[in-house]
C-alpha cells in the first residue's frame, strides 16, 4: 500500500512538471493565440469606442479580456520560445530588463484602459487608448520582425 502511494505520488508529480513545460512550438502557438485575441480586444474596442458599431454593452468586457492578455505579457516569451515560426526578434531574450519595461508598460496601459471604461469617462477612455497603442507599437516596433509571410 505505501509503495503504490509512493509511486502514484511520483506520477503526479511527473505529470504535473510536464504539464508545465511547453514545446517551444506550442509556446509560440500560445503566445500568437494571446497576441491575436489582443488585437482583437483592441479593434473592437476601437470600434465601439468611435461608434462604428453599436455594442456598448461589450465594451467593459473587451478591455477586461485586453488586461488579462496584458498580464500575461510576462509569461509570453518563455526561454526557448525563439526559434521555430516567430516573429519575435532575439532582443526580447537578449535585453531581458528592457523588455520587462516594455510588458510592464503594457500591463498597466492595458489596465488603464479597462479601468478608464469602468468609469464610462469618454474623455478618460479616450486618453487610456493612446498608452495602449503606443505600448503596441513601442513592442512591435522593437522586439518584433517585419511583416512578412509565414
Known amino acids: 500500500m505505501r509503495r503504490t502511494l509512493l509511486i502514484s505520488s511520483a506520477a503526479l508529480l511527473l505529470a504535473a512538471a510536464t504539464a508545465h513545460a ?3 512550438e506550442d509556446a ?3 503566445r500568437k493565440a494571446v497576441m491575436s485575441t489582443m488585437a482583437g480586444h483592441i479593434n473592437a474596442i476601437t470600434l465601439i469606442f468611435t461608434g462604428r458599431v453599436e455594442h456598448e454593452k461589450f465594451l467593459l ?3 477586461e479580456a485586453l488586461a488579462v492578455g496584458g498580464e500575461q505579457m510576462g509569461v509570453l516569451f518563455p526561454a526557448g520560445s525563439d526559434v521555430g ?3 519575435a526578434l532575439p532582443a526580447i531574450w537578449q535585453e531581458p530588463e528592457k523588455f520587462a519595461k516594455a510588458v510592464e508598460q503594457s500591463r498597466l496601459a492595458t489596465a488603464g ?3 478608464a471604461i469602468r468609469t464610462g469617462d469618454k474623455a478618460a477612455i479616450g ?3 493612446k498608452p495602449v497603442a ?3 507599437k513601442g513592442c ?3 522586439y518584433r520582425k517585419e511583416e512578412q509571410s509565414m
Do not use: G, V
Open 140 to 142: 512591435h516596433d522593437r
Open 85 to 87: 515560426r516567430t516573429e
Open 61 to 63: 468586457s473587451h478591455a
Open 22 to 24: 511547453a514545446t517551444p
Open 127 to 129: 486618453k487610456a487608448m
Open 134 to 136: 503606443d505600448s503596441c
Open 113 to 115: 484602459l479597462r479601468d
Open 28 to 30: 509560440i502557438k500560445y
